[in-house]
């Protein structure tokens, strides 16, 4: 092999894991079909212990639910019928400079539980959604956005938009209409990205029960 051959497979190789897409954590539980859409365009079906990667767009089939734990011990468990993005996720222990965690909810519903790059780096953090971005300040929380639009499997009663409640810690709540906070206890509706959160400190209906084999972590219930 010549000296251009060899030095263009170099080339070739560090290219590829250039473009790899990082593991930004695994499938720790899950009662039903999930798959992946990575950035390319390529689905795959998900099972436990599958890898998640930044960039993948995550897919909660109709009565299924699924808990995905990412390399920084944080977790997302995700209703059935939603969709989110993980838009990016890095973490290095040794390199807390790195931290970013992004991702995008389309539709459904979310517990998250905070890891430790929510712990150290608390403005590394974000959620998109239609209404709002949210961030944290180490706390664990519920989201459920409805499109109005052949919602799954939505909480019963409650109008599309953003609804949020926060059982420890705190987040915040940022659109067009301002900057917000939400304190543990309290429940919230943000209609769209142009309206003001509304406060709440009785559960308007919204509803987050996974099945008993993923442990005894918080639930809601009207």
């Known amino acids: 092999m010549s000296i251009k051959s060899v030095l263009a497979l ?49 897919v909660t089939a109709s009565g299924a639910w699924t808990t995905v734990r990412f390399i920084d011990n944080s977790e997302l468990t995700l209703k059935p019928g939603t969709t989110i993005v993980v838009e990016q996720f890095s973490f290095d222990g040794d390199k807390p400079e790195a931290d970013h965690a992004a991702f995008t909810l389309v539709k459904g519903g979310l517990r998250s539980l905070s890891g430790l790059l929510g712990k150290r780096n608390k403005e590394k953090f974000a959620m998109k959604t239609p209404s709002a971005t949210i961030g944290i300040r180490g706390t ?20 599309p938009g953003l609804h949020v409640h926060v059982s420890a810690g705190g987040i915040s ?36 029960a996974p099945p008993a084999a993923f442990g005894e972590a918080d639930t809601l219930k009207p």
């Open 173 to 208: 709540i940022d659109n067009e209409a301002g900057h917000f906070q939400y304190d543990p206890g309290q429940f919230g509706f943000i209609k769209n990205n142009s309206t003001r959160p509304v406060k709440m400190f009785a559960n308007p209906g919204m509803q987050f």
């Open 10 to 58: 170099l080339m070739w190789c560090c290219a590829a894991l250039a473009s790899a897409a990082q593991v930004a954590g695994v499938v720790a539980q899950a009662s039903g079909p999930l798959t992946a859409r990575s950035s390319s365009g390529a689905v795959r079906q998900l099972k436990l212990q599958s890898e998640v990667e930044s960039g993948d767009t995550l």
């Open 140 to 159: 664990t929380f519920f989201l459920e956005y409805l499109t109005g639009k052949g919602d799954a499997e939505p909480s019963p009663g409650l109008e």
